[in-house]
């Protein structure tokens, strides 16, 4: 049943990205070129493909919601509390209810991902610099790590920049409008299925409705991928080009031990950082450029974390965390999994393919490949490269010459959404200004 459902759900979602199943109209929308085509589909085309949320109380503990990650496979948990008594993250009031009362069911008040948990742990310890051990020599750690899991839920909300708000979008946003919400650095929003709201087409704060979906950035990069023929020449532009590319890198040492860096991307509101072949710095962020980048540490490597080895895996460097998330996942140590049967991986965070198994035990595991693009890479390129391998940015690197593999700068999702709107509004203007000449 399982297997059937699982097919069914990446049909529907085909069906979605394609726009089979009664879209007649796509050669028209075609010819009204990109913006048209991001104008006419609607942001609950995509929703609709999407399994039910991932969700946990608001009274469970942080060792239940980092299970829940690790089981769902995704990157945030929505929180959910009985209605009436919470303000939701940046005063949000999105409500589930009841499809045949309207009564309000469930009030999500926030979202929480593996960054936010292991920030409060980091955070609990900050004055003792001993406060994880390592699991070959640091004797016990002064602070309970369990009391620290045990804390609810919904005292994290926040901790993160992306939990500070809870955003929805109305289900006829137009994709385009959703693109330029996602632009700005939102990476995902819940989409009622069906909306009480009027009027709305853009982001909200405040919704009622009985069903929600999670739309992410990667949700709208697969859309452009499948329906590149639509896109017109702006794949074939560079990254250069399109100014898709952001020089400014933060990275860390590959010695850097995890906890640290927990606590450094905290402060600079970042959920992945390169690591580079270099000196631990003193700041323990440093400027990456330059520098030969050989991993990527992020939110995804955190959520593969199973909580029974957090106290030995955080104190170790993002090296060995790096060796031991990628073990744990070639020996498929999923045990939650069988119950996790809500929601497909949503959210790559790491800019490593690695061999999450096909069922065949007896298949060798492929090592570890660092995802990266240059500045003349094409925007079908990088989109291909993140949709296949299911990453969230590429590293900007030199790809030839004595300075091959030297980190330059990032491309994340947030730009290529940024560099595919520009391109289509501008693609639009020009069509006005030629039919009103």
Partial sequence: MAQLRAFADEQQQQEALHGHGGDSNSNKKARAGLCGVLRERKVVELARAKRRLVEVPYTASLANAANALLAGRVSAVTVAAPPGHWIGAGGSLIVESDPATGAARKHYIGMVNMLDILTHIAETGHDDDDAIALEDGGGSPPVDLDSRMSVPVSSVIGHSLEGLTLWTLHPNTSLLDCMETFSKG???ALVPLESSADNVVAVELVESAPVYRM???MDVVRFLRAHGAELGGVLSRTVRELGAASEAVLAVASR???I???RTMRAASLTAVPV?????????LQDGRGKKVVETFSATDLRDCPVAQLRSWLGASVAEFKDKVAE???EGSRPLDAAAGVQSPDEGDTNTTVDAGTGNEEEPPRLREMVTCSFESTLGEVIEKAVASHVHRLWVVDDEGEEEGMLRGVVSLTDVLRVVREAALGEDRELHDIVSS
């Fill in 215 to 217: 739309l992410t950035q």
């Fill in 328 to 330: 744990y996942r070639r």
């Fill in 186 to 188: 939102v990476h995902r």
């Fill in 256 to 258: 850097t031990k995890v």
């Fill in 276 to 284: 580079v072949d270099a000196p631990m710095d003193a700041y323990i």
């Fill in 260 to 262: 640290e860096a927990i």
